[in-house]
């Protein structure tokens, strides 16, 4: 069974300052997908960033960023010059090659200006 | 751009009613995918389907029924509604590969 662990439920982070976002993984699987999704207070779930487990360099976007570890199977979520816009719970999850997704529990993430 | 539409957005239901809730998508999906998300424990896996008239239970499906007799629709069923189902639902849907999923606003369902 694949099971992902977010360990912070809670955070919160200064306007313009970093702040980064665990997640741990486990699976026996060797050909996987990790994403992290954003979910405003408007309820909507939106993609931030994807990391397939093949590739060794780290994914970016904008000001996120990931920090996977595929030995120690970890996946944590950067984020550069925190906007106001960014107070959301965030998702990490995993996806394999047997289609179903599985999500951790979310942390809630607070800016604060 | 429509992308996933679910339908209702909110309803309330009395317990042992029967509802259905409807999840389209325009992109030409193979995948779709029925969550229910609940305070504390994140998004949770009811069924999926991979293909039209195909359907299979994820973590969850106990007290839901799917069908998805046309490739756009996947609709989640409850027979016999129970307070234990009050949650936020949410449809998805995604294409073939290592694609991302994309997702509904959400249905907000009160069973009293």
């Known amino acids: 069974a694949q099971t992902v662990t977010q360990s912070q439920p809670e955070m919160s982070v200064q306007e313009a300052e970093t702040v980064t976002l665990s997640c741990t993984y486990d699976t026996s699987e060797n050909n996987y997908y990790l994403f992290w999704y954003k979910q405003p207070p408007s309820r909507q779930m939106i993609l931030v960033i994807r990391q397939e487990a093949y590739k060794q360099q780290n994914a970016t976007e904008n000001r996120f960023s990931v920090n996977f570890q595929k030995a120690a199977k970890s996946f944590s979520l950067k984020i550069s010059d925190s906007q106001l816009g960014d107070t959301a719970m965030y998702f990490c999850a995993f996806m394999y090659t047997g289609n179903q997704f599985y999500f951790g529990t979310g942390t809630s993430l607070t800016v604060i200006p | 751009n429509a992308g996933v539409t679910q339908t209702p957005k909110f309803r309330v239901l009395k317990t042992g009613q029967s509802m259905t809730l409807l999840c389209a998508q325009d992109?030409?999906?193979?995948?779709m995918y029925w969550y229910r998300q609940d305070p504390g424990m994140g998004l949770r896996l009811i069924h999926y389907?991979?293909?039209?008239?195909?359907?299979a239970k994820g973590e969850v499906p106990d007290g839901y029924n799917v069908s998805r007799l046309k490739k756009q629709n996947f609709l989640l069923g409850l027979e016999s509604a129970a307070p234990s189902q009050t949650s936020v639902y949410f449809c998805?849907?995604?294409?073939?590969?290592?694609?991302?999923?994309?997702f509904g606003d959400g249905t907000r369902l009160s069973i009293l």
């Open positions: 389907s991979v293909g039209e008239g195909t359907t």
């Open positions: 992109m030409n999906h193979e995948y």
């Open positions: 998805a849907s995604r294409d073939r590969g290592n694609q991302p999923q994309h």
